[in-house]
Structure formats: structure tokens, C-alpha cells
């Protein structure tokens, strides 16, 4: 039995999908990159497309994370990435079959607004559990959905949706995983996430700006990852870019690398893509944070990668 997690949604504050200026940009990088013999048959375009870093793109979809195990589908944020997974589910049975389990960080737009194109919710009596460090989340998910802001209304969804809320102080067992949160710091709470499960573990803490008071949080937040496979971290600014966004809830890798150095964790994952940042600047700070890693943090047994979608991890249970 492993643990799956697979990112669906990567970018922060609002979808951001790619342009035709950009998608030009792409092609033209491609096409210019091609030899000849790349595209003498479908098989060598094929794989020109497979090595190419210009045939793929970050995404634009808002938060949205599936971490998946046994008879189990956990969902981290509502955001717009939750329309392709709760598509997903439903081809392939788990969307009636499994337990359902959707974790919110905090109620921002870009956590939520995927919540009500979530196509399980609308199957009768299909049992759908919420999660959230909050005691009103079901009022905050009824409110997106009420007044003049959408059709369909919370009260008349036929599945049978159950809020609740959990504790700061203590791991709580849910569908056979242990699940912790962590208060973080941004405007009107969030909370980061562990989730701990046959052996394996993985962290997810967006949104947090943790660059404004690094020296009081580095050790609660390297305590709270300890010895988790991925930890995926709100780094939606560059280092300088950050002093141009003091306030605004938000991290540079930069601090997290400051904090992680001597953690023993698997992979660090830039989390919350800047939505001004095409997928040239992605790359550029994912490889700013490469190099400050190596210097700072040579002996730094763990990766660093920058979410995109798509992009899954099988952990074997141990
Ligand atoms: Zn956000
Ligand atoms: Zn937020």
C-alpha cells in the first residue's frame, strides 16, 4: 500500500492560464530546437516533445492537492485544480466508491472556488467529509455558493456533506491516516498540513508568510516536518521580490531553505506560483534556489523541485 500525492492546482491567489503570447513563445522554442530527425515520425516528435522544456507548462490552476492511499482520496484546497480531479475521480469509480476527505487550509477565493464545480458533491447521498482548523467552515462554503454568487445552492446539494473542525494540539485519525495541523501565519488564519500514513509522510503549509519573523517560526515549522517525504511550502516570491510584497501573507523558498537545512526530509516543493510569474520565472527560481541550497546547505540530503501539475509522487509504504 502506497501513498500517491499528485499536484492539480500549483498557482496562488488566482488561476493564471497560460496566454497565446505564451503558448507562441513555447512553439516557437520548440520548432527552433527541432533537428530535422526530430520530426522524420510521430515516434521522434514524440519524444522531442518528452525531452523539450518548452512542450510543458507549470499550470494555472489554483491550489488543489490529492494525496490518495488504500480505499482513501484526501484533497488539500478547493481550488480551481478541483474540477480536473473531481473529473478524475468520477472515470474512475473513486468518486462514488472512496472515502472523501477535503482538507481547507484557510477560505480565500483561490482555496474555495473550485469547491462547487467538485462533481461528487452533487451525488446523492454521496458522503463528502470537510476538514478546516475553523468551526464555520460550512457557513463559509454556503456563503460562496449563496446570493446572486452561484446556481446551485449549499442547502440543495444531494450529497451529504459533514463539516468539522480539528484540534491545534493533537493529531487526529482520519480514513486510517493521522493528520496534524499547524497554525500559520497569514491574513484570517490558515493552517498547514501533515498527514502521516503507512509509514510515510508528507506536508503541505500555504499560505505563510514566515519571512517577516523567520527567527520565531524556523524551529516550529522544522519540528512540525520532521522526517516527511514532501513538504510543500508557500514560495510565490523571489527573494527581492518578497521586500516588494511584505504583508501580503506570502514566503520566498529562500527562508524555508534557511529553515530546512538540517531537516530530514525528502523533497522541498515551491508551492503557490506567483500568478505574474510565466513558467520562464518558475524555472529561474526554482534554479536561484538550487544554487542558494548548494551554498548554504551543501550537505542537504533532500531535492528541491517547483510544483507543477501533474506532477505525482508513489510512496511505498515502510
Ligand atoms: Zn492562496
Ligand atoms: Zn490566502
Redesign the pocket.
Given at each position: 500500500m502506497s501513498m500517491r500525492i499528485r499536484m492539480w492546482g500549483v498557482r496562488?491567489?488566482i488561476a493564471a492560464p497560460l496566454t497565446s503570447a505564451q503558448l507562441r513563445d513555447k512553439a516557437r522554442q520548440l520548432l527552433t530546437q527541432a533537428r530535422a530527425e526530430d520530426l522524420a515520425s510521430p515516434e521522434a516528435i514524440e519524444a522531442l516533445i518528452d525531452r523539450s522544456e518548452h512542450a510543458w507548462t507549470y499550470g494555472g490552476n489554483?491550489?488543489c492537492l490529492e494525496v490518495s492511499f488504500a480505499d482513501q482520496v484526501f484533497v488539500l484546497d478547493a481550488?480551481t485544480g478541483l474540477r480536473a480531479l473531481g473529473g478524475k475521480l468520477m472515470a474512475d469509480g473513486r468518486g462514488k466508491g472512496h472515502g472523501l476527505h477535503v482538507f481547507f487550509t484557510?477560505f480565500?477565493w483561490?482555496?474555495i472556488c473550485g469547491f462547487p464545480f467538485f462533481a461528487p458533491i452533487y451525488i446523492p447521498g454521496r458522503e463528502v467529509s470537510v476538514w478546516s482548523g475553523r468551526s464555520d467552515a460550512a457557513e463559509l462554503l454556503a456563503t460562496q455558493m449563496g446570493g446572486a454568487h452561484f446556481p446551485v445552492k449549499w442547502n440543495s446539494l444531494p450529497s451529504r456533506i459533514t463539516c468539522r473542525q480539528l484540534p491545534e494540539d493533537a493529531a487526529t485519525a482520519v480514513g486510517g491516516a493521522q493528520v496534524r495541523i499547524l497554525p500559520l501565519i497569514h491574513p484570517d488564519k490558515a493552517y498547514g498540513y501533515r498527514i502521516d500514513h503507512g509509514g510515510r509522510a508528507m506536508c503541505y503549509l500555504?499560505?505563510t508568510e514566515v519571512s517577516k519573523t523567520p527567527h520565531r517560526v524556523a524551529e516550529t515549522y522544522a519540528d512540525f516536518v520532521r522526517g516527511a517525504d514532501v513538504v510543500v511550502v508557500?514560495a510565490m516570491y523571489g527573494f527581492l521580490d518578497y521586500h516588494d510584497h511584505i504583508n501580503f501573507g506570502?514566503s520566498t523558498i529562500f527562508n524555508f531553505i534557511d529553515f530546512f537545512k538540517d531537516a530530514d526530509i525528502g523533497e522541498l516543493v515551491i508551492f503557490?506560483h506567483d500568478p505574474m510569474a510565466g513558467d520562464a520565472a518558475v524555472t529561474r527560481l526554482l534554479t536561484d534556489a538550487q544554487r542558494y541550497k548548494q551554498l548554504i546547505a551543501p550537505e542537504a540530503r533532500w531535492t528541491l523541485s517547483a510544483a507543477r501539475e501533474g506532477q505525482t509522487w508513489d510512496l511505498a509504504a515502510r
Open positions: 496562488g491567489s489554483t491550489s481550488g484557510h480565500h483561490d482555496h500555504s499560505d508557500d506570502h503557490h
